[in-house]
Structure formats: C-alpha cells, structure tokens
C-alpha cells in the first residue's frame, strides 16, 4: 500500500482592508451572530506542503487545492465592528454541509467567538484538505478580523473531532484550544481490549508537540452510549494523560449517544478552553 493510502486508512479508519472586530463599546451588549457565506482568496502560510510535512510528519502528495473554489460558512457579529476582540472557533464537520446546532450560536456569541467552517470538508473529502481548509479559513479569519490569539479554537464531531485533534497538537502553533466531540486520534498506538489498539495516525512536530503539552487545552467530550465513548476514555487515559499533556479534560455526558451536545455542555467546555492565562510558556 503507497504512503498516501497508508495515511488515509489511518485517518480515517477511527471511522487586509476588511471590517476589524474589536473591544466591546461603552452600553452595547452582543447578543446574535448572523450568518454569512463566503470565499477566501489567499491560503495561509502555513497550510502548504513544507507546513503540512513539518507539522504532521506526512511526506505524500497534496491533492489539487484552490482557495478560491472553496466556500465557507461564518457565523460573525451582526452589528458595527467595536473595540474588542473576539476569539475564533474553526469548525469541522463530518459532513459537507457545516451544520451546528441552532442553539449554539448564542452561546458562541455570549462566549464571544467568531465561527467559520468549510462546506464540502466532510468525511469523505482528502484528509489533507480538510486540514488545509481548517488552517485556510483560520488564517484569512485573522486577516478579515481581529481575533484574540489565545483563544483560537478547533473543533469537530465525529470524524471532523478526529481532523481536529489532529490540528489541535500537530499545529498547536496555531490552535490554543481544541473541542473534541464524539470522536478522537492520536499520534501513538493507543492499546485497548486484548491485543487490539487505535493505531496512531501522525508524528507531530516535536517542538510543537512540547507547546502543545505544555499550553494547549483540550476537551475529549463523549456520551455514556456513543460509540466512540472507549476510543474516547482509552485516548485520553493512555494518550494525553501518559504523554504528559497539562490541560485535557474528559467529559462523558450522561445518555448522550453519538449526537451533538447541548448549548449547555458545549459552555461548559469552552469555559475550559478559555481559562488558558498563562498556560502558554
């Protein structure tokens, strides 16, 4: 089996001149995001084929890519741009459609975070450009507004939680905080029941690797009747937990299966995520 094959059965067998968001204003409350669709026409520097070997230790072929056929959804303030900064939650869904629950949004605008997520970046798009597009859409989100740096999160459910674990320690670089949702990898073979295990499915940077472990934060989120809840536990136990990761927290939720948490849940880990002050050093 060539390399390019070899990876993506590992990935996928765990099944400027823009408006600036800046500080909030004297008397003015942000309460909703509107939605928007857009392109982007510039790739981030760190999302070509030197990058993506560097951080993810991949030596294989990139598919043909280009920004500009590329769409993407938003989910940004819907009111004049003020003086604060928002932080930033890249999405990555499992399916083409980057949906998340309605009840969301609210949150995410209460947490103040801005939200893009590709359309067509699913499970059965090339791995490497759906992490091309979570790094692509970061960057130009940063260039389009002005995100607060240490509260740049990437996330997923399901299958996009596998891309974005991966993400979230490969390029922890770039990504503060990860949000891992019914799904998760890792980047050594993790044992589990007999002689079976979840085979690793990267080799990170060590450099990066080490800012990772020492500043990121991570929430593995599971229900007590997803199907990945052992997955789950065993990559937290036996992956993060062993190696030495300071920040990861997991949480089961009780008769969730594997769907979509409550807007509820979902504040609960992103306060996790952003109580990260001082962590990065």
Request: aromatic content about 10%; charged content about 20%; proline content about 6%.
């Given at each position: 089996m060539s390399a390019v094959l070899r990876f993506i059965a590992a990935v996928l067998c765990f099944g400027l001149g823009h408006p600036q968001i800046r500080a909030q204003e004297a008397g003015t409350r942000l309460t909703t995001l509107v939605p928007m669709d857009l392109h982007f026409t510039q790739t981030a520097p760190y999302s070509d084929a030197e990058s993506i070997a560097k951080h993810f230790g991949y030596k294989v072929p990139l598919p043909d890519y280009a920004i500009t056929n590329e769409l993407f959804a938003l989910k940004v303030p819907g009111i004049s741009p003020t003086n604060e900064s928002w932080g930033l939650l890249v999405w990555i869904s499992p399916?083409?459609?980057?949906?998340?629950?309605?009840?969301?949004?609210?949150?995410?605008?209460?947490?103040?975070?801005?939200?893009?997520?590709?359309?067509?970046?699913?499970?059965?798009?090339?791995?490497?450009?759906?992490?091309?597009?979570?790094?692509?859409?970061?960057?130009?989100?940063?260039?389009r507004y002005t995100v607060d740096r240490q509260r740049i999160y990437i996330g997923g459910f399901s299958g996009?939680?596998?891309?974005?674990?991966?993400?979230?320690?490969?390029?922890?670089?770039?990504?503060?905080?990860?949000?891992?949702?019914?799904?998760?990898?890792?980047?050594?073979?993790?044992?589990?029941?007999?002689?079976?295990?979840?085979?690793?499915?990267?080799?990170?940077?060590?450099?990066?690797?080490?800012?990772g472990k020492r500043g990121g934060r991570f929430v593995l989120l599971t229900g007590e009747h997803d199907e990945n809840r052992d997955n789950t536990a065993q990559i937290f136990d036996k992956g993060f937990k062993r190696e030495g990761f300071r920040n990861v927290r997991y949480v089961e939720v009780p008769g969730l299966r594997h769907e979509m948490p409550s807007a509820k849940t979902l504040a609960t880990a992103l306060e996790y995520l952003g109580d990260n002050h001082g962590d990065r050093h």
């Amino acid at each position: 089996m060539s390399a390019v094959l070899r990876f993506i059965a590992a990935v996928l067998c765990f099944g400027l001149g823009h408006p600036q968001i800046r500080a909030q204003e004297a008397g003015t409350r942000l309460t909703t995001l509107v939605p928007m669709d857009l392109h982007f026409t510039q790739t981030a520097p760190y999302s070509d084929a030197e990058s993506i070997a560097k951080h993810f230790g991949y030596k294989v072929p990139l598919p043909d890519y280009a920004i500009t056929n590329e769409l993407f959804a938003l989910k940004v303030p819907g009111i004049s741009p003020t003086n604060e900064s928002w932080g930033l939650l890249v999405w990555i869904s499992p399916a083409d459609q980057p949906t998340v629950p309605a009840d969301w949004e609210s949150e995410l605008a209460k947490q103040h975070l801005l939200f893009v997520s590709a359309y067509h970046s699913g499970n059965g798009r090339h791995p490497l450009d759906r992490f091309r597009l979570a790094l692509d859409a970061t960057c130009n989100m940063c260039r389009r507004y002005t995100v607060d740096r240490q509260r740049i999160y990437i996330g997923g459910f399901s299958g996009g939680a596998r891309m974005a674990s991966m993400l979230g320690v490969a390029y922890a670089d770039v990504f503060t905080g990860t949000l891992c949702l019914c799904g998760v990898n890792f980047y050594a073979d993790i044992p589990t029941a007999g002689s079976q295990y979840y085979p690793a499915t990267f080799t990170p940077n060590p450099g990066v690797l080490l800012l990772g472990k020492r500043g990121g934060r991570f929430v593995l989120l599971t229900g007590e009747h997803d199907e990945n809840r052992d997955n789950t536990a065993q990559i937290f136990d036996k992956g993060f937990k062993r190696e030495g990761f300071r920040n990861v927290r997991y949480v089961e939720v009780p008769g969730l299966r594997h769907e979509m948490p409550s807007a509820k849940t979902l504040a609960t880990a992103l306060e996790y995520l952003g109580d990260n002050h001082g962590d990065r050093h």
